[in-house]
């Protein structure tokens, strides 16, 4: 069993997605960033970074005691390796899947966020402008690719 310390945002999707995908069993441990209970110890004992998401793995494959994971890419790689899916096991392949994976976490995901952040009324419109060309041109360049060729992913 795996529990998912999780509130519904984009990163915490992405773990709930890759779980349900994978059909891995797990339980939802609510960690309301609203309300600050990613400061609690407890939770920083896992993701000492107080983010969410965040996963325990109580049946890690090396049969040890339960293992904690912090970083949504990080979790990502985690779920894969640990089902043999998702990610392709030969060079090529996962060296792909993993440029994609640090695209998003390096690039797309931060400045989504930074620019939904600028784009409020109360953002200056030079902030809104220094921070979004690569939110915009950032699925322009996935699309490009991904229209051109087969995911290593969908291989395996
Ligand atoms: N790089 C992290 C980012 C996670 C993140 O930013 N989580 C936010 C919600 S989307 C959070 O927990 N914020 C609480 C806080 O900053 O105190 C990841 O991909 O897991």
């Not at 990613?38 to 004992?45: D, H, V, Y």
């Not at 990080?74 to 899916?85: E, F, S």
């Not at 784009?119 to 699309?143: E, I, K, L, Q, V």
Request: aromatic letters at 8%.
């Amino acid at each position: 069993m795996i529990d998912l310390y999780y509130w519904p945002t984009p990163n915490g999707w992405k773990i709930s997605i890759a779980l349900e995908e994978l059909e891995l069993p797990y339980k939802v441990v609510p960690v309301n960033i609203g309300r600050g209970e990613q400061f609690k110890p407890e939770f920083l004992a896992i993701s000492p970074n107080n983010r969410m998401p965040a996963i325990v793995d109580h049946s890690p494959v090396d049969g040890g005691g339960p293992l904690s994971i912090f970083e949504s890419g990080a979790i990502l790689l985690y779920l894969a390796d640990k089902t043999g899916r998702l990610c392709p096991k030969d060079l090529r392949g996962r060296t792909e899947v993993v440029e994609w994976l640090m695209w998003q976490m390096g690039g797309l995901g931060p400045m989504s966020g930074q620019a939904k952040t600028s784009a409020s009324p109360a953002a200056s419109s030079s902030a809104a402008d220094s921070r979004s060309p690569t939110a915009r041109a950032g699925p322009g360049s996935s699309r490009t690719t991904a229209s051109a060729r087969t995911w290593p992913s969908s291989r395996t």
